[in-house]
């Protein structure tokens, strides 16, 4: 998978900017804003900065692991498609030279690996989405956007892996999208978009425990949960659009290649 779409990760994330390299006289055909005026008044000639592409960039992986995100049909949890979709970006991330890190969280961050490069350390950040044990089972985004605007001092790009089903984070999305190149992944099961029509059910929310009953072989009951559905989604995507941070939909019942490639022809065509 990562040679599906490494290509296109080198072509589109070439790192933040550029660093200081040296000095070296002026020449015709050079910017004067350029110009180090400091510099040229020592020299006694018109000196300007000269500066290199910095290629490196940081990878942060930002996934949930509540209890929700063990979700899922006969295809795969949500949980094994949030670590699928860890290792595409981390692989192709590290295959570029990049560093990738990780901070796993719920109700409170569970976990934080800083930056590194190699496949050991991939691997690594794998097995702990997929065999983490959270110390809670309830989901506070807010929380962990919060630790990491404290914690990355420089620019990374970081893919917020979740289903985004909790309350309350617009102003912490917003922050981290000032300081970082924060991208959303929204992880569904196509259960939890259309109620199933089999009669009375118990429903146990896994977050917070709480039971009841619905019957939904009812027209109505259906309607309203297929509204308020669409309106929590709708909802939820303006959110991301106010922070202008991007956003990739997947399902656990759909192959998530062509969702991706779209997501980096969405990025080459802004750059």
């Known amino acids: 998978m990562r040679a599906a779409v490494g290509g296109e990760y080198h072509s589109v994330f070439k790192g933040q900017g550029i660093d200081f390299d040296d000095f070296r006289e002026y020449q015709p055909g050079d910017e004067v804003r350029s110009i180090d005026w ?7 000639m018109p000196f300007i900065k000269k500066f290199v592409e910095e290629r490196e960039l940081t990878v942060f992986l930002a996934v949930d692991v509540s209890a929700s995100k ?20 981390a692989f192709s991330a590290i295959h570029n030279q990049d560093k990738v890190g990780l901070l796993l ?19 690594r950040l794998i097995r702990e989405i997929l065999y983490a044990q959270p110390k809670s089972s309830g989901t506070n985004i807010s929380a962990a956007l919060d630790r990491l605007t404290r914690h990355l001092p420089r620019r990374c790009l970081v893919l917020l892996i979740s289903d985004f089903i909790a309350p309350g984070f617009e102003r912490a999305l917003g922050v981290a999208a000032v300081r970082h190149d924060v991208v959303a992944v929204q992880i569904t099961d196509p259960s939890e978009e259309v109620l199933p029509e089999v009669g ?14 619905i019957q939904t072989s009812n027209r109505r009951v ?29 399902h656990t019942d759909s192959n998530y290649v062509p969702a991706l490639h779209a997501f980096f022809k969405r990025r080459a065509a802004r750059r």
């Open 38 to 44: 400091n510099v040229t008044a020592r020299m006694g």
């Open 70 to 89: 063990n979700f899922g049909g006969q295809d795969q949890s949500k949980r094994e498609l949030a670590a699928e979709i860890a290792a595409t970006f």
């Open 105 to 123: 969280f719920a109700e409170e961050p569970e976990l934080f690996l800083a930056p590194r490069k190699g496949s050991t350390h991939c691997l």
């Open 200 to 213: 009375w059910m118990r429903f146990e929310d896994p977050e917070t425990g709480e039971l009841m009953q």
């Open 222 to 250: 259906r309607a309203l949960y297929h509204q308020r559905r669409a309106a929590w989604q709708a909802q939820l995507d303006q959110t991301f659009k106010n922070a202008a941070v991007d956003k990739i939909d997947l």
